[in-house]
RNA sequence: GCCAAGGUGGCAGAGUCUGGCCUUACGCGGUUGCCUGCAGAGCAACUAUACGCCGGUUCGAAUCCGGCCCUUGGCUCCA
């Protein structure tokens, strides 16, 4: 069973064989800290996380490069704020740290490294060089722009023609170009004004009339590099000339993928990517969930309110290369489907646990559902990465699980024991779902006093007392344990 | 205008590439029964024959072909 994923540059699902048999070289182009991360990236980063989270299941080495677009007239604007920090490098520096503490609360992978704009201005600068050398780029008052009729293929990523294309770029960088589709590598002298005011927010004050960006020298004079080069380089520079995968949202195929592809190829002369895959984008009210339209949810905000998992649960529910629209009606549904996964492993691991649970030769139920699962899994997520189906099969696992322990009166141990295992290995490790987490940290006193309590209530049970047992139920309920009665005892859950 | 993705049951959302073995996938919501002291969780069943519209191909189409309507995204910073 192999792998095959939809790559935007063939527009068709192809079985996916990287270059080296062991390894995969994964790029995926990150944010430009010029804002809180919101649901529409966090969307982004699950699925990608969790495709790089398959791509290790199958045995690959995945080397996974993320960068961090720190140089840009946005963040440049937000200086102008005042509140954020004095220099551009200040106020990146603020969104950076909210932008790993939000990954690390999305319980996404770690990449490899995070190269930044600023950390390789260097390699920028020579790869400009080189294509200036070659004829694919010129300079114009101290700019190095890219000529796009110097290389044949521009267009073949998202299938622009040159003469349908409207020109890119500010006004004052028109004129300088030989044709309207050139895009700037490098930027003449400070930060462009006419983009700075753009991007500022109309109702805010500014503290900084005029605030500057950092420039750096270069052979063409004091400047900042263009938008699209950094990707190329830094790419280049930590993985190699040509990638495995190159992932990004939708909204960056034209023209940042298209322009790396163009600057790339014509430096190196070899393929950029192999496979492109691009996450659709997320929904608020009909209209893409976006910084600059103001109509976006935070990270920060959105993890405490919702759990982690619930969210991830959510953003897998449909397809990365499908829209999804933020509703809070589907979020919580996508809860209770977190919960009944929850529930089912919890149930198999303390059933397992049981005086009753034993191996015998008969009632393979379990064990079948769970090869079932297994295989459906595997199929869904080789089948360009069907993470709904891929949760589907867990949730029919839970109903296997659910079903053996209320009808069996002899519990199969193995059978329990590697459904256990599956939800670890399938729903945590792959789908980054934490099963454990309820249980992990420093609990054991707070458990013990549950405990203690639980016992109480069950003597009042036991005694006929229920108004005081329903009584301490409810006070635990609000301390947040939820407290379920089963069979063989009563059970909780720390909250 | 050009390029791309999509329109599936009350909601959400797979399936479309590789026509039938597809089934209101999985789930949420709703209803009923079982279980339970109650609640929760769970199990069982139900929720009148859904696939934007119109044609076509075919023994057979959600799935292929043609046309049309609508939505979203890109062509300006963007995950």
New binding site residues.
């Given amino acids: 069973m192999t792998l ?1 994923v ?1 790559n ?1 540059l063939s ?3 192809e079985p996916f064989e990287p270059q080296d048999p062991d390894d995969v070289l994964v790029y995926y ?4 800290v ?2 809180f991360a ?4 966090a ?3 699950v699925h990608v996380d969790t495709i790089h989270r398959w791509l290790a299941h199958l045995g690959y080495d995945v080397r996974h490069v993320e960068n961090i ?1 720190d140089v ?3 963040i440049v604007a937000r200086v102008g704020e005042g509140e954020l920090g004095d220099s551009e490098r200040e106020v990146a520096a603020g969104f950076i740290d909210q932008l790993l503490a939000d990954m690390r609360a999305l319980n996404l992978k770690r990449a490899e490294v995070y190269p930044r704009v600023t950390e390789h201005v260097p390699e920028i600068i020579d790869l400009v060089e080189t294509l200036v050398e070659q004829g694919h780029a010129y300079e114009s008052n101290g700019s190095v722009y890219f000529d796009v009729t110097t290389f044949d293929d521009y267009g073949k990523l ?4 040159l003469d ?7 006004d004052a960088e028109r004129a300088e170009k030989r044709n ?2 050139d ?1 700037a590598l490098w930027k003449a002298g400070g930060v462009d004004r006419s ?1 700075v005011a ?2 500022r927010h109309d109702d805010r004050e500014y503290a900084v009339d005029d605030p500057t960006g950092e420039t750096w020298d270069s052979p063409w004079g004091e400047g900042r590099p263009g ?2 080069i950094e990707c190329s380089a830094m790419s280049m520079t930590h993985l190699d000339s040509t990638l495995d995968i190159h ?10 993928h298209e322009n790396e592809i163009a600057q790339s190829e014509a430096a190196t002369g070899e393929q950029f990517a192999r496979y492109w895959l ?6 608020m009210d ?8 103001g109509n ?1 949810v935070p990270v920060e905000e959105a993890v405490p309110r919702f759990g982690v998992n619930a969210l991830r649960t959510f953003f897998l ?3 990365y ?5 933020y ?1 809070e ?2 979020i ?3 809860e ?2 977190w ?2 996964l929850e ?2 492993y919890r ?1 198999a691991a303390e059933t397992a646990d049981s005086p009753a649970a034993r191996t015998t030769a008969e009632a393979r139920d379990l064990r079948t559902a769970v090869d079932d699962t297994r295989e459906t899994f595997a199929a ?1 997520m080789n ?2 990465f ?1 993470t ?2 891929a ?2 099969a ?3 696992l ?2 296997a ?3 053996h ?3 069996a009166d002899r519990y199969d141990y193995r059978g329990l024991r590697r459904a256990v295992e599956t939800f670890d290995e399938l729903g945590g490790e792959v789908l980054g779902l934490d099963f454990a987490g309820d249980e992990a940290g420093d609990a054991s006193l707070a458990d013990e006093l549950v405990e203690l309590v639980l016992d109480v ?1 069950e003597a009042e ?1 036991e005694a006929g007392n ?2 005081r ?2 009584a301490l ?1 409810d006070d635990l309920t609000e301390l947040g344990v ?6 063989d005892g ?2 909780y859950r720390l909250g």
């Fill in positions: 095959r939809l935007t527009g068709e699902k182009c990150g944010l430009t010029s804002d919101h649901l529409g990236h969307r982004t980063w677009t840009n007239e946005k998202s299938n622009q023609r349908e294309l409207e020109a890119q770029g500010p309207p589709a895009f983009a753009d991007h938008w699209h992932m990004g949202g939708r909204d960056l195929v034209f023209p940042h691009h996450a659709d984008l997320f929904e009909e209209e893409k969930m976006s910084s600059s339209l976006f529910s449909a397809s290369n499908s829209t999804q629209t509703s009606a589907a919580h549904e996508a209770e489907r919960d009944r529930n089912a149930r869904a089948d360009d069907n709904r189906e949760l589907a867990l949730l029919d839970s109903s699980v659910n079903s322990v209320d009808a209530r049970r229920y108004e047992a329903d139920r939820e407290i379920q009665d089963t069979d009563p059970t």
